[in-house]
């Protein structure tokens, strides 16, 4: 299997390591930028306001426009069309980090983001659109846009470029990761090998008795990639696997705290001390939007994540993810945007694009907080660490005495 990287990680020896965290634990790093909002569905990092006007549509609350304040004269005008099926606080986290990208190569990029809500007759007008006014690339932003444009586009005039989405090649838009769609789609994706994820997880409890899966029913993504390879991965290694399943998105605290409470009262049959047992929560926004109502109800037992973004300051937050970043999948996503749009590479020859290796989030607040001891092996490879006040002491893989 053939993976693009967006980064290459290099492993300290231990004594940096101790050093590392003696200073990590000392020396916090400042907090990211906050969110502007813009409408209720789309927010853009402060960051990227230095660069970039966003600019409402007056007469279309679902629609609205990304522009430099400066334009490149040396550069052509290259028009994007940004389909959103609907508001996600990782939507805004992947478009900020685009934009970033685009800018930092020097593109000439004017964005339409329009909020179709996968919806057939809004979604086809904006193609339309987009074909009539010579725009030059689609952006698909989550897995549900990717699958309506895959379904209603597929050899369409434009290229597409997936964001925020799951593995296509599971959900069987690709052939296989190393090789292109041969449509004029290139796919990235949210989702890492589950061996290679899981291998993190059993670092943590090598002795893993119960692993109780977190997911929404209604996101058929999640559940095809996620869910399903982890249960298959664990089950055929002798864990018991149990199915924490939100099937009313209007009652997602009633059913996580009766299910959660549940899954602990079953993990004590076969692990009294609840020693080796984890709850994993997979990529849903309506998931890990709940996550004080997980920790509440867990009962010590760590939470981990596939979504970095689940790791926060402060107490409401796993204490461990092992992922893909939505920041590091837009990233990618920008370079193939990039490259279709200065035709360095065939849109169609673009090999999945999955980031190696993955990120890896440590909240040590939390830890302290359930009694769990991490490993030092995944210390070192994190990429964002939170210290024993919550605080953020390592982001993006850089330590305090990097910066």
């Not at 670092?203 to 899966?213: E, F, Q, S, V, W």
Request: aromatic share 8%.
């Amino acid at each position: 299997m053939m993976f693009s990287a967006t980064r290459i990680r290099s492993r300290s020896s231990l004594l940096a390591g101790c050093l590392a965290l003696v200073l990590a634990l000392a020396a916090p790093v400042a907090p990211a930028h906050a969110m502007v909002t813009f409408t209720d569905w789309f927010k853009l990092g402060s960051t990227s306001l230095k660069d970039w006007d966003v600019i409402p549509t007056p007469d279309n609350p679902n629609s609205l426009r990304i522009k430099p304040k400066r334009f490149l004269s040396s550069q052509p005008l290259r028009r994007i069309l940004v389909l959103y099926p609907r508001r996600s606080s990782a939507y805004d986290t992947a478009m900020t980090t685009f934009v970033n990208v685009v800018m930092d190569k020097r593109i000439n990029a004017d964005f339409t983001v329009i909020n179709f809500q996968t919806d057939d007759l809004r979604g086809k007008a904006a193609l339309e659109y987009a074909e009539n006014s010579n725009f030059d690339l689609v952006l698909s932003m989550g897995s549900e846009s990717t699958a309506w444009l895959w379904s209603h586009y597929r050899g369409g005039k434009l290229p597409v470029v997936t964001v925020c989405s799951k593995d296509p090649v599971l959900l069987g838009q690709s052939p296989g990761y190393d090789q292109g769609s041969g449509t004029n789609f290139a796919f990235t994706s949210l989702n890492m090998p589950i061996d290679a994820q899981m291998s993190y997880v059993l670092r943590l409890r090598p002795n893993l008795k119960n692993l109780a899966i977190l997911v929404d029913a209604n996101n058929v993504s999640a559940v095809q990639t996620q869910a399903v390879p982890a249960k298959e991965f664990l089950r055929a290694r002798g864990v018991r696997v149990l199915d924490v399943a939100v099937k009313n998105p209007a009652k997602v605290k009633e059913e996580l705290a009766a299910q959660v409470r549940d899954a602990v009262n079953a993990m004590r049959k076969n692990d009294m001390d609840l020693s080796n047992s984890l709850f994993w929560i997979t990529g849903s926004t309506i998931l890990f939007s709940e996550i004080a109502t997980i920790n509440q109800h867990s009962f010590r037992v760590p939470v981990l994540s596939t979504v970095t973004d689940v790791v926060t300051e402060g107490e409401e937050s796993a204490v461990l993810s092992v992922g893909i970043s939505f920041e590091s999948n837009a990233h990618q996503a920008a370079i193939y945007a990039a490259d279709v749009l200065d035709a360095r590479r065939k849109v169609a020859a673009l090999p999945v694009g999955v980031v190696s290796p993955p990120d890896v989030a440590i909240s040590f607040r939390k830890a302290r907080e359930i009694g769990m001891k991490i490993p030092f092996s995944l210390f070192e490879s994190a990429t964002t660490i939170y210290d024993n006040d919550g605080k953020l002491v390592r982001s993006g893989g850089a330590t305090p005495l990097a910066q």
